[in-house]
Antibody, heavy 124, light 109 residues
Framework: QVQLVQSGAEVKKPGASVKVSCKAS????????ISWVRQAPGQGLEWMGW????????NYAQKLQGRVTMTTDTSTSTAYMELRSLRSDDTAVYYC?????????????????WGQGTTVTVSS | EIVLTQSPGTLSLSPGERATLSCRAS???????LAWYQQKPGQAPRLLIY???SRATGIPDRFSGSGSGTDFTLTISRLEPEDFAVYYC??????????FGQGTRLEIK
């Protein structure tokens, strides 16, 4: 079945970096994009950015520009999100999601498959 | 950046009742680019509606979406116990990107 499986929970100190992985299975990885979404404790959803698994093009949320890097490894169908210079307010659950946008017809099909989430705790 | 404002913040209803959730955009959004998600505690969000009115795979027909321009609505015709959750609207934009509403909590009255 189609699924995204994320790496395990992380605890980091302020100023450190974290890299979360998201392994896809059950579909052609390079035919879709991957969005990363985070959710701070008790808060709503925040989109972090998107990467095309086809060509590696990225689009990052403005507030995270310069601190976030998204990459893919097509040989293992895995997407990665690295966040640097961590602060306490980066403490959140981080999700990857398959993001479906049909360029030719300009139609957005939504984030239809989600990973289970990775808890990242930033604390001294 | 397009801001999505959802109302009400919390909606208290009983099973069997009809729920109407609103999502208002700060500027016009193409209907093709508007989606709705459901999230239960401790779970990842689940796609309900895309293209403002199309149900995602496996979503019951008691869920429906409508609207255009700046005003969109998610309607649950008859609430089931499993429908009590938080609901988010989302718009797709290539630049500066995707935004979510702040969410509506649907709770049992």
């Amino acid at each position: 079945q189609v699924q995204l499986v994320q790496s395990g929970a992380e605890v980091k100190k302020p100023g450190a970096s974290v890299k979360v992985s998201c392994k896809a299975s059950g579909y052609t990885f390079t035919s879709y994009g991957i969005s990363w979404v985070r959710q701070a404790p008790g808060q709503g959803l925040e989109w972090m950015g998107w990467i095309s698994a086809y060509n590696g093009n990225t689009n990052y949320a403005q507030k995270l520009q310069g601190r976030v890097t998204m990459t893919t490894d097509t040989s293992t169908s895995t997407a990665y999100m690295e966040l640097r210079s961590l602060r306490s307010d980066d403490t959140a659950v981080y999700y990857c999601a398959r993001d479906v946008y049909a360029v030719v017809v300009r139609y957005y099909y939504g984030m239809d498959v989600w990973g289970q989430g990775t808890t990242v705790t930033v604390s001294s | 950046e397009i801001v999505l404002t959802q109302s009400p913040g919390t909606l208290s209803l009983s099973p069997g009742e009809r729920a109407t959730l609103s999502c208002r955009a700060s500027q016009s959004v193409s209907s093709s680019y508007l989606a709705w998600y459901q999230q239960k505690p401790g779970q990842a969000p689940r796609l309900l509606i895309y293209g403002a009115s199309s149900r995602a795979t496996g979503i019951p027909d008691r869920f429906s979406g409508s609207g255009s321009g700046t005003d969109f609505t998610l309607t649950i015709s008859r609430l089931e116990p499993e429908d009590f959750a938080v609901y988010y609207c989302q718009q797709y934009g290539s630049s500066p990107g995707i935004t979510f509403g702040q969410g509506t909590r649907l709770e049992i009255k």
